[in-house]
């Protein structure tokens, strides 16, 4: 996302002048191993209570942070467990490729590839 700088900063050793646009990255820190352990690897575990990784102040954020937070995000994360949920109890998925290898697209947002597919094998 993209804001304007409303005065002058320093950041990393570069100077933000008032007025200039600063891309915000919100979803960088999602693959860093700092804040992630094995980032690039499916862990179920991540949303435990005890861990609680997507809830780190700052650092998961695909909906934007502060006052600049989408205002539908809860809504759209219940929407996106429903579909799942919906999807998961009514067909049988499979891969299209079996033996695809995961490779991420990072724009807008991290995304599997336009080669990733999946299709419906069975309807429940």
Do not use: W
Request: glycine fraction near 6%.
């Amino acid at each position: 996302m993209t804001r304007t700088a409303i005065q002058d900063f320093e950041f990393q050793g570069y100077l933000v002048q008032k007025g200039d646009q600063v891309v915000v990255g919100t979803t960088v820190p999602h693959q860093l191993p700092q804040f992630y352990p094995n980032p690039d690897r499916f862990d179920i575990d991540r949303y435990l209570p005890d861990r609680k990784e997507n809830k780190k102040p700052g650092v998961f954020a695909p909906f934007g942070i502060g006052s600049h937070t989408c205002l539908g995000a809860g809504f759209a994360e219940i929407l996106i467990n429903l579909n799942m949920a919906v999807l998961l109890t009514t067909v049988d998925l499979e891969m299209v490729d079996p033996h695809y290898n995961l490779k991420v697209d990072p724009i807008p947002t991290p995304s599997p590839d336009k080669n990733f597919k999946i299709r419906v094998i069975k309807h429940r």
